[in-house]
Each structure stands twice: as structure tokens, then as C-alpha cells.
């Protein structure tokens, strides 16, 4: 079992992502403006993950606030959710984390001018409420897991880009969770992970998480992908999205539109595994979809090294946006969806959970 990230009495500990796999270490959080900066820093990454972890966050807050009146606290707690919220922009779980924990807060405050006693009562609420979104998140991946395992070859190669794994997540991963079900199954499936340059996700995470289950995997250079494709040697797709607008366009990790435009060439279907809290209704197309820009750092250098020289121009977008029209189904934790995604992103969306 891996532990992503975990609520505990001295904090929050994650697992040190930026330094996988040749060091498994853990980081303690004990302030919120620790939380957000290890979400910034990428010790902490995925959607789903971002998203416990900004709730936890947002806990973790509250629990040290030494407020003694509601009106002090709604203060305090507004200023905690903008520091949450300044950190990454592209995954909506982060929002989606935010708006969750700032509504349980209004209905525990409910208009009230409390003291102390409700005060202790919001702060055990709220980190009772973060608990509950980890152990949500795991249930959601594990349904997905048995509505996308149907959807995988009974065997063969099934190429993954970044990590959507239980890295990614609160654990068991969205497209890694639906391999994993499959694999679960019965399915012989050999997974190849492209290894998702600059920041290599692919082959330093899903590698390692995959290793540790025992399932094939071999990691590729992104620019191995179509040459895999057109040799026969991938049945099927599956990646995980950090939002995915109303029309069922997708932003995910860099790279992921290519990967989606070389499986249409090739007849391959191109498969997005993802919660019902990544899909956001309040954006039409991937056209309103903000991507996060990293620092260039990240492509300059690889390790340490510096591979591009001084002075050159560089661009470092951390997510693409895949046109709805090349996703063969979303895979949700409520069921699966196709085509026309206005209609059945809404449908599932609305269904309840
Ligand atoms: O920059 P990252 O590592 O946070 O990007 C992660 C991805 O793009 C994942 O594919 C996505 O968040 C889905 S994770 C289940």
C-alpha cells in the first residue's frame, strides 16, 4: 500500500514525490503554508492528490488557528484558502477541494457569533471532513477501476503518459487504478509508460508504482510512442486528466494531446480515466482550461545537469488540452462516458454519488 499522503496526529505527511524512486522519504507538514508549498514544489502532485491535500490543508489551518470568535476565524480561514488556492491553477480538484471544505465550514458556522466550544467543534468537523475526501477518493478510483477494467484488451500493451496512479491520488490511481482492476481481473497486460519529460513522472513514478505491484511495465521516451503504436504493440490508452470542460476536452500533463492524435492515426482508442471532481461544468471547452506555466528550469536541466545553453528560449507548459473528439470514453467512478460528453458528462455529473 502506498501512502500518498496521510492525516496524523503530528501533521500531514506525504511522500516525498520529487525524490521517487531512488529514495522513499516522507515530509511532514504542520502549517498550511507548508502544505502549500509542497503542492507547489511537486511533492505532492496529481489532481485527485492536489485536491485531498488542499482540503487537508485547509484543516490543518483551521486546527492551528487561535481564534476565539467566529468572525476572527472566517477571517483566518478566507486567508488560508488564498494561500491553498495560489499554487497550482490547472487541476480543478484544487478548487473543487476548496469550495468543499468552505461550504462544510459556513454550514458548522451557520451565521453564529461562537466561542470557543464551536470553535473546537468546526476544527474537528473540518479535519474529519478532509479524512473523508481521502477515503472517498480511493473508493471513487476503485469503482473506476471496475467500470474501465471491461474497457482494457484482455491482453497486451497498454501505454500510460505521467502518472495517474495511486501517487496521484489518495491511492489505487484513476488510469493506473483502471490497469490495476484489469490486471486484478485476470487481463495480461503489459503496461509501457512514456516518461514525460521535463518532469519525468512517467518513468521515476508510474514505474516505480508499478513495480512495487508486480505488473510489466516498460518506460519509453515520449518520442518512442508512435513508433510503439505503429509496430502493433499498444492496445489501448488510458490517462488521467487535472480537468476536463463540459464538452469533454481535456487538460492534461504535457504531452497527452500528441500521445491522443497518434492513437487516432493508428485506430487505437484513446481512453480518460478521472472523478466525478475533475470535471468542470462551469467551463465550457478546453479553450477557458488555464495552464499552469513551470519554470524553465525544469527543461534546462535534467538532474542537476544543464542541457540547453545560456540564453536560449524556453517554454515549460506543465498540461495540453486534447480535443474531446480524440477521447474514446471518460471513466468515471459513476460510469462510463461517450460522445456526446455535453450530455453524458452532465448526466453522471448530476447522478447521485
Ligand atoms: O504536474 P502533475 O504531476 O501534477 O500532473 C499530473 C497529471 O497530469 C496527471 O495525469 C493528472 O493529474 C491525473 S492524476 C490521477
Not at 473546537?120 to 477515503?135: D, F, G, P, S, T
Not at 474497457?151 to 501517487?167: D, E, K, Q, R
Not at 518513468?203 to 510503439?228: C, F, H, Q, Y
Not at 485506430?267 to 519554470?295: H, K, M, W
Amino acid at each position: 500500500m502506498i501512502h500518498t499522503l496521510e492525516w496524523t496526529d503530528s501533521g500531514v505527511v506525504f511522500i516525498d514525490q520529487t525524490k521517487l524512486p531512488t529514495e522513499e522519504t516522507y515530509v511532514t507538514c504542520t502549517t498550511h503554508q507548508q502544505v502549500a508549498d509542497v503542492i507547489r514544489n511537486m511533492v505532492v502532485r496529481g489532481a485527485p492528490a492536489i485536491g485531498v491535500a488542499a482540503a487537508m490543508g485547509v484543516a490543518l489551518g483551521v486546527k492551528n488557528s487561535k481564534a476565539d470568535n467566529c468572525v476572527l476565524l472566517q477571517n483566518e480561514f478566507n486567508q488560508i484558502c488564498g494561500t491553498i488556492r495560489q499554487t497550482r491553477p490547472t487541476a480543478v480538484n484544487l478548487f473543487w477541494a476548496i469550495r468543499r471544505m468552505q461550504e462544510k465550514f459556513e454550514r458548522l458556522r451557520d451565521g453564529r457569533e461562537c466561542g470557543p466550544h464551536a470553535i473546537e467543534q468546526i476544527k474537528r468537523a473540518l479535519v474529519e471532513e478532509a479524512q473523508r475526501m481521502h477515503a472517498e477518493d480511493i473508493a471513487a478510483n476503485q469503482a473506476m477501476g471496475r467500470h474501465g477494467a471491461t474497457l482494457m484488451p484482455a491482453s497486451g500493451g497498454v501505454l500510460t503518459h505521467c502518472n495517474a496512479g495511486a501517487l496521484a491520488t489518495a491511492g489505487y490511481g484513476t488510469a493506473l487504478g483502471v490497469i490495476r482492476a484489469a490486471v486484478e481481473q485476470g487481463k495480461k497486460i503489459h503496461v509501457y509508460a512514456d516518461e514525460t519529460r521535463p518532469f519525468l513522472q512517467g518513468s521515476r513514478l508510474t514505474a516505480w508504482e508499478l513495480m512495487k505491484d508486480g505488473i510489466p511495465t516498460t518506460v519509453i521516451s515520449d518520442n518512442m510512442a508512435g513508433a510503439m503504436m505503429k509496430q502493433g504493440k499498444i492496445g489501448a490508452i488510458v490517462v488521467g486528466a487535472d480537468r476536463i470542460a463540459a464538452n469533454g476536452d481535456v487538460a492534461n500533463k504535457i504531452g497527452t494531446y500528441t500521445v491522443a492524435v497518434l492513437a487516432k492515426e493508428h485506430g487505437i482508442p484513446f481512453y480518460v480515466a478521472a472523478p466525478i471532481s475533475t470535471v468542470d461544468l462551469e467551463t465550457a471547452d478546453g479553450s477557458g482550461i488555464p495552464i499552469e506555466q513551470r519554470n524553465s528550469r525544469e527543461v534546462t536541466h535534467i538532474a542537476g545537469k544543464q542541457m540547453v545553453p545560456d540564453g536560449v528560449e524556453v517554454e515549460n507548459p506543465a498540461f495540453d488540452v486534447t480535443p474531446a473528439k480524440y477521447v474514446a470514453a471518460i471513466i468515471t467512478e459513476r460510469g462510463v462516458a461517450r460522445a456526446p460528453y455535453e450530455r453524458s458528462l452532465r448526466e453522471l455529473a448530476e447522478k447521485a454519488a
